[in-house]
């Protein structure tokens, strides 16, 4: 192959956008026909106009890291894309831009409003496709689905159908969250929690017929309007007498009961009577059930108060009427007394308003037996959940689950597929439309006017992004899938249903594994919004630093769960990275010059050819294959932290800092033939390994060099699908012996593995890094540059002899040396000198005629002074008894281990200064 010289500096643009639509008209997105247990992945949709944010980021780098690692380790990897109709938030787009133009969909009507909202999809659609492609998502795009594309919104019907003719769907008439400024129902977990400051106003009920009156507490005084009972404990000694009476209502003179009700009321909280307000309260509602009370709507869903409310409040906002209540309460001298008091509100999660409990006719679903199912099976192992403590707070959620509001009173989406009769007022639920009841046979019927909930559709992804209800190949195939990952929050508002469905309907959990990282955060640590003006866009990253750098930091920062605090600085710094990968592949490419990769091959299969490796380069061949499982054990426990930074530390700290330097005596105008083709083999097949290991991670820039490198023969045409590095297998007998594959040059690695001297080549490459680093420590002690050639001599085991007297060459190579001895048995070493110890080797530099020895006893021994200074200054403060009394602890914490670090500094100071006076460091 010819290659390209690498420019001398790596420019992102040029390069990813490049290799993208490589990958994409090779069909390498595409899942291989091998044979082995595939690799399934269902992306979670964003919305269809959504725009990239860091929290798809680290979804599409997670997910696509592990895809590609299974990818190359020959699994047939599928990762499905798609989109999602998020039919709130894109109705609420569309009724902006509808009201900018001076129109809405009320003037519109229903049928060309949808027009408007399929032609803004179709006009900002995609661009969120375009952006995961930026960043390199390996999807399979021609397997793209869209929540209500004609495949998704079969399946949705099917279900509803399903459900219905199981009992499992019904339609009551209930109290739901109602969202007044997006004019829908919405589901408790679309309802934000928070606590505010409010008041608890006790309000005076008079008894009827009597001269006394009930003190009621509440937190509503507005719904008072509309309510229909006040409920005391049935045990309670001071309104036992009360319960079977009747109250006057304040403001509005009806006549309520008086009911005894033990799980409503606590008598110990405020005055142990409770005003019944079945319209507007959750518990209220069952209530009013329990005693048959009547249930009174005094809000509509405008969020103003109506009639049957005394007209002069009918018209107000909630809050209006709240003041207004509360001061003719006051003028009437009914209200008792005002307290602060904390308390829970409801706010809707998509338009940020306060959530009105109200009666309303609406579609649910009988969730019981199905989250049954789904926590059974997680209990059985069937799907497992990373990090596993989350695995209890599915198990709290699902135990505890309510029947779930499905219809949503909206006009995109998934229509419900129910008629109403006008005649007999009965249902009709059909897969196909209907022409007339099928309980009358009248024509007179109407389609339901809501839609579905988006997550119905939503729980239905893995099985509809594989072709459900059609049992196809696909489903087949790859169903169930192997992971889900997604972010924490969507725990229950997806992952438990798609649980939910995937087992009624697929008969099998629809994944395997569940992984949920957490949330990135801004800069300052709190959670990105545009008012906090802390969001980072990561469009804007990959532009400035390109994707390779992004997702290197994303994958550094996936551990299981911990909050990700966003540093510009740290993507900087994987962008400095990919340059130091650069540069080395420079380096590899400018010392390949006569390198026959074929009759390198050849010659390390010879039994003998091994021998013709160094030590540096039978270690860093080793160390690449260790180095290469634990990334792929890593990954197998979802930690891409972990594996990113074990990668990452090889890479620079052995590769680069080491291997590196070590090959150029090899590759030296001074080296024989033979062991320059060596040193250029062991260099090519270690990028090689390390591109390979990095590809899941970081893959255009691995693209771009891995296609530069000369490969063995039979090598694949992409590094994305080149083999995950990993030990060949071999097969015959005697001389027979060979490896089963000489794909991609595994089977050179092998050879080397299993050759006798590689096992001592890491003891002896350990050596030389230990060595090396002391003597430069050394000249750095004595101010010695770190070019200029001095002798070393040490005191070392027997083993460690060997590897400084065969390794010599190396040593005083990468130290700048004149010469490295090895100190005999009885030998003393020179007097006047200085040392560092490293494990089994004394590295000893004799300073005689090396440096101006008494400038330096004078120098060392002002700084012994000083030191000692320090030091007792410190220790007089940690004996003053008021110092220990009033300092904080961490102070008195800090300011001991000073003294510690003093003293270690000290003790090698004063060994030093003994050393240089020709006395005993003891």
């Not at 800069?523 to 990253?541: A, H, I, Q, W, Y």
């Not at 990275?577 to 650069?582: A, V």
């Amino acid at each position: 192959m010819v290659m390209e010289k690498l420019n001398s500096v790596y420019d992102p643009q040029a390069v990813e956008a490049k290799w993208y639509r490589y990958w994409q008209d090779a069909g390498l997105f595409e899942p291989s026909a091998s044979d082995r247990e595939a690799y399934t992945v269902v992306l979670p949709p964003p919305n269809v106009t959504g725009r990239l944010h860091m929290g798809h980021a680290l979804t599409a780098t997670v997910q696509d890291s592990l895809v590609r690692w299974k990818r190359m380790s020959g699994h047939p990897a599928l990762w499905l894309p798609g989109t999602d109709h998020a039919g709130i938030a894109t109705q609420v787009m569309v009724e902006r831009k509808l009201a900018n133009e001076g129109t809405s969909r009320v003037e519109l009507g229903r049928d060309r409003f949808l027009e408007e909202v399929w032609s803004w999809t179709r006009e900002h659609g995609g661009i969120i496709d375009s952006q995961h492609e930026a960043l390199g998502a390996s999807l399979d795009w021609k397997r793209a689905r869209f929540t209500m594309d004609e495949v998704s919104s079969r399946a949705v019907r099917e279900a509803f159908c399903r459900l219905f003719e199981e009992g499992l769907v019904y339609r009551a008439y209930r109290l739901i969250n109602w969202d007044w400024a997006s004019q829908t129902a919405l589901s408790d977990l679309e309802v934000e929690h928070r606590e505010v400051d409010g008041n608890l106003w006790h309000v005076s009920y008079p008894v009827e017929g009597e001269a006394r009156s009930l003190v009621v507490a509440t937190t509503r005084p507005e719904t008072m309007l509309g309510d229909s009972g006040v409920a005391v404990h049935p045990e309670d000694p001071r309104y036992q007498e009360l319960i079977g009476k009747h109250v006057i209502l304040p403001l509005t003179g009806r006549r309520i009961p008086i009911v005894g009700d033990a799980i409503l009321v606590d008598m110990a909280f405020g005055t142990g009577a409770v005003k019944v307000t079945p319209a507007h309260d959750f518990n209220d509602f069952e209530t009013g059930k329990r005693h048959d009370l009547e249930v009174i709507s005094i809000i509509g869903k405008d969020g103003k108060i109506q009639g049957p409310a005394p007209e002069r409040f009918c018209g107000m906002t909630v809050v209006q009427a709240r003041e207004a209540v509360v001061a003719e309460l006051r003028d009437q001298g009914l209200l008792v007394k005002v307290e602060p008091h904390k308390m829970n509100v409801g706010y809707s999660q998509r338009t940020d308003v306060i959530v009105e409990p109200l009666p309303s006719d609406q579609w649910f679903v009988n969730v019981g037996t199905m989250a049954k199912a789904a926590t059974d099976a997680v209990r059985a192992g069937e799907t497992r959940f990373y990090p596993e403590y989350r695995t209890q707070d599915f198990y709290r959620w699902m135990d505890n689950i309510h029947d779930w509001c499905i219809s949503r009173q909206l006009w995109w989406g998934h229509r419900i597929p129910a008629w109403h009769c006008s005649q007999c007022s009965g249902i009709t639920v059909g897969r196909e439309d209907p022409t007339v009841c099928s309980h009358c046979g009248s024509t007179s019927i109407a389609q339901d006017e809501d839609v579905l909930d988006t997550w119905f559709s939503s729980g239905l992804w893995p099985l509809t992004t594989l072709g459900w209800p059609e049992q196809s190949a696909d489903l087949e195939r790859f169903y169930p899938t192997a992971l889900l990952e997604t972010g924490w929050d969507i725990l229950f508002f997806w992952v438990a249903r798609m649980m939910m469905f995937g087992i009624h309907f697929g008969g099998k959990v629809p994944f395997k594994s569940v992984f949920l990282h957490s949330m990135v955060l801004g800069e300052d640590g709190r959670k990105m919004s545009k008012t906090k003006g802390n969001v980072v866009d990561p469009v804007e990253l990959v532009d400035s630093y390109g994707a390779d750098a992004l997702r290197f930091y994303l994958a550094t920062m996936g551990g299981q769960d911990q909050g990700i605090i966003f540093s510009r600085a740290r993507v900087e710094g994987y962008r400095n990275f990919c340059n130091k990968l650069w540069n080395a592949a420079r380096f590899v490419q400018m010392n390949l010059d006569g390198f026959d990769r074929a009759a390198f091959d050849a010659a390390m299969l010879d039994p003998d050819g091994v021998s013709g490796l160094s030590a540096p380069d039978r270690w860093i061949l080793a160390r690449a294959v260790v180095v290469s499982a634990e990334v792929a054990e890593h990954l197998n426990d979802f930690r891409l932290d972990l594996a990113a930074h074990a990668v990452y530390q090889f890479v620079w700290g052995e590769f680069c800092d080491w291997y590196l330097e070590l090959a150029k005596i090899g590759l030296g105008d001074s080296a024989e033939p033979a062991t320059r083709q060596a040193t250029q083999g062991a260099l090519v097949t270690a990028f090689d390994l390390i591109l390979r290991m990095l590809h899941p991670f970081i893959p255009f820039i691995t693209e771009e060099l891995w296609q530069q490198l000369p490969r063995s023969e039979g090598a694949p045409r992409s590094v994305m699908i080149a083999t995950y590095p990993a030990v060949a297998t071999w097969s015959g007998e005697g001389e027979a012996r060979r490896p089963a594959t000489m794909v991609d040059g595994f089977a050179v690695v092998d050879a080397v593995l299993r050759a006798p001297a590689t096992a001592s080549a890491a003891a002896e490459v350990n050596v030389v890094i230990d060595v090396v680093t002391a003597a430069r420590s050394l000249k750095a002690k004595v101010k010695l540059s770190l070019g200029k050639r001095v002798d070393v001599v040490v005191r070392a085991g027997a083993a460690e002899s060997a590897a400084i007297e065969s390794m010599q060459e190396q040593i005083c190579f990468l130290a700048r040396l004149s010469g490295v001895r090895v100190l005999a048995a009885d030998e003393v070493p020179p007097r006047e000198s200085i040392s560092e110890v490293v494990p089994g080797v004394e590295v000893i530099l004799p300073l005689a005629g090396v440096i101006d020895i008494e400038a330096e006893r004078a120098r060392l021994a002002k700084e012994i002074a000083k030191h000692e200074k320090d030091s007792a200054s410190l220790e007089r403060k940690l004996q003053n008894p008021k110092f220990l009394e009033r300092a904080p602890a961490e102070v008195v914490a800090k300011d001991r281990a000073r003294v510690a670090e003093i003293a270690a500094i000290l003790e090698m100071l004063r060994a030093t200064a003994a050393r240089l006076s020709g006395e005993s460091a003891d």
